[in-house]
């Protein structure tokens, strides 16, 4: 059985937005497709998905990502032949990001370990239930306005290993690397933007997995409107990506994120309340 084209457009819709609203894109999959009795054969639109979701973060995150790349360049000048001061911000954001970007890598060599979790809704309800008390702690915290400039190596590796954890189904990446990032004294609109850079990473590691699951396991017969519906969804992954991106820079600058935090625990419920029907 598979998805016809509006189940498709959904599951294209829920993996993007909640890719980056912290309430666990894998989250949603397992639940949707539990409910449609799919399992299995979903390599190829996984792999659009996550085409979808790079796209929308690197086209968010451009523009920070060519001032690191100015800087770095800038840095293997010469001093006395420089022609404009040397960005030392950006060479500390890059920094710091190759330290949290560490454990994001151990993660993905870890994410096949992790997959069959996905099958017990269990196991599922109590992730996402844990996902909620991370997102509702930092409110009770107070606030700073760190950055990479006053970070230590420590606290960048703590806040990898919070996206790191998003290979357990129901943890979300964004959320705990911005919970934990909040805990440490970081700036909220700072937190989101590694977040997301980080989360860049791993969904490029996610593809690369993809791609090996399809040579291992084949794509099947497709045919144009297959391959229509394939791109479809990694437009609609796409969109709702920048949606998620363009509502949690709101909530960085504003409310934060506990809100969350109550959603996570209302579906965990219900994920506890659809594996006892089942």
């Given at each position: 059985?598979?998805?016809?084209?509006?189940?498709?457009?959904?599951?294209?819709?829920?993996?993007?937005?909640?890719?980056?609203?912290?309430?666990?894109?894998?989250?949603?999959?397992?639940?949707?497709?539990?409910?449609y009795?799919?399992?299995?054969?979903?390599?190829?639109?996984?792999?659009?998905?996550?085409?979808?979701?790079?796209?929308?973060?690197?086209?968010?995150?451009?523009?920070?990502?060519?001032?690191?790349?100015?800087?770095?360049?800038?840095?293997r000048?010469?001093?006395?032949?420089?022609?404009?001061?040397?960005?030392?911000?950006?060479?500390?954001?890059?920094?710091?990001?190759?330290?949290?970007?560490?454990?994001?890598?151990?993660?993905?060599?870890?994410?096949?370990?992790?997959?069959?979790?996905?099958?017990?809704?269990?196991?599922?309800?109590?992730?996402?239930?844990?996902?909620?008390?991370?997102?509702?702690?930092?409110?009770?915290?107070?606030?700073?306005?760190?950055?990479?400039?006053?970070?230590?190596?420590?606290?960048?590796?703590?806040?990898?290993?919070?996206?790191?954890?998003?290979?357990?189904p129901?943890?979300?990446?964004?959320?705990?690397?911005?919970?934990?990032?909040?805990?440490?004294?970081?700036?909220?609109s700072?937190?989101?933007?590694?977040?997301?850079?980080?989360?860049?990473?791993?969904?490029?590691?996610?593809?690369?997995?993809?791609?090996?699951?399809?040579?291992?396991?084949?794509?099947?017969v497709?045919?144009?409107?297959?391959?229509?519906?394939?791109?479809?969804?990694?437009?609609?992954?796409?969109?709702?990506?920048?949606?998620?991106?363009k509502l949690?820079?709101?909530?960085?600058?504003?409310?934060?994120?506990?809100?969350?935090?109550?959603?996570?625990?209302?579906?965990?419920?219900?994920?506890?309340?659809?594996?006892?029907?089942?």
């Amino acid at each position: 059985m598979d998805l016809n084209w509006i189940q498709s457009i959904v599951y294209g819709f829920l993996s993007g937005f909640m890719d980056i609203v912290p309430i666990s894109a894998q989250a949603h999959r397992v639940l949707m497709l539990k409910l449609y009795g799919i399992n299995g054969g979903m390599e190829v639109m996984q792999l659009v998905v996550h085409i979808g979701i790079f796209g929308a973060l690197y086209f968010s995150c451009q523009s920070q990502i060519i001032r690191i790349n100015r800087a770095r360049a800038l840095a293997r000048v010469p001093k006395r032949r420089r022609k404009r001061p040397l960005d030392t911000r950006s060479l500390m954001d890059w920094s710091m990001l190759k330290t949290m970007l560490l454990p994001v890598l151990i993660g993905l060599l870890l994410h096949g370990y992790a997959e069959p979790l996905n099958d017990n809704l269990v196991v599922l309800s109590v992730f996402l239930f844990v996902n909620g008390l991370i997102l509702y702690i930092p409110q009770f915290l107070p606030g700073s306005n760190r950055d990479s400039r006053t970070l230590s190596r420590v606290e960048g590796v703590l806040m990898g290993l919070g996206a790191t954890a998003s290979v357990l189904p129901g943890i979300s990446a964004v959320g705990t690397a911005t919970s934990i990032g909040s805990v440490c004294g970081v700036e909220r609109s700072f937190c989101l933007n590694m977040a997301l850079m980080m989360n860049m990473a791993l969904n490029l590691g996610l593809i690369i997995l993809d791609v090996m699951a399809l040579f291992a396991e084949g794509a099947g017969v497709l045919s144009f409107v297959i391959l229509l519906r394939y791109l479809v969804v990694c437009l609609t992954a796409f969109g709702s990506c920048l949606l998620g991106i363009k509502l949690m820079r709101y909530l960085a600058g504003h409310h934060g994120y506990s809100i969350f935090g109550f959603y996570c625990a209302g579906l965990a419920l219900f994920t506890f309340i659809v594996n006892l029907m089942a």
